[in-house]
């Protein structure tokens, strides 16, 4: 009998399903599609269309610390597309509770040198997330 091994999600991977769970829970007609482009590098991990057909890009990160790993090719494409609709979302996990951070593309370059605390965040939010806020900001 073929046995299958499930592996355990990374926590990207988990941040993205509590992203979708909390559109879902609003009742939003919002398009998640997932990226994985290995011809372009750097581009943001989700692209995200709402009711009125207006497109966002969205790059996931998760930290324990300050620090949040974004690759030169991420902060590349990040800045070069600082004024369109594309957004960095932070989880912040620490033992006693969650963060959810929000911050334009613009930020990318102080957030890789600098993390967490060398930006404001356009939003932030402690666990449970308010969803209907994190969504009003980034789309």
Known sequence: MLKIH?????PESQFYQQLKV?????NRKL?????ESWATLG?????LADEQGKFGMVELKYTTGNTVGLRPHQVAWLTKH????????VKQSKKSDD???????????ALKTG???????????????????????IC
């Not at 499930?6 to 990374?10: E, R, V, Y």
């Not at 398009?31 to 990226?35: G, K, P, Q, S, Y």
């Not at 666990?127 to 209907?132: L, M, N, R, V, Y």
């Open 31 to 35: 398009l998640f599609t997932r990226l």
């Open 43 to 47: 581009v943001p991990d989700l692209l």
């Open 82 to 89: 600082a004024n369109t609709s594309s957004w960095i979302l």
């Open 115 to 137: 993390g967490l605390k060398s930006v404001n965040p356009v939003y932030f939010c402690k666990s449970p997330f308010d969803w209907e806020k994190v969504f009003s900001t």
């Open 6 to 10: 499930k592996t355990a999600q990374k």
């Open 99 to 109: 963060t959810l951070f929000v911050f334009k593309a613009f930020d990318a370059l």
């Open 22 to 26: 909390g559109a879902k829970k609003l």
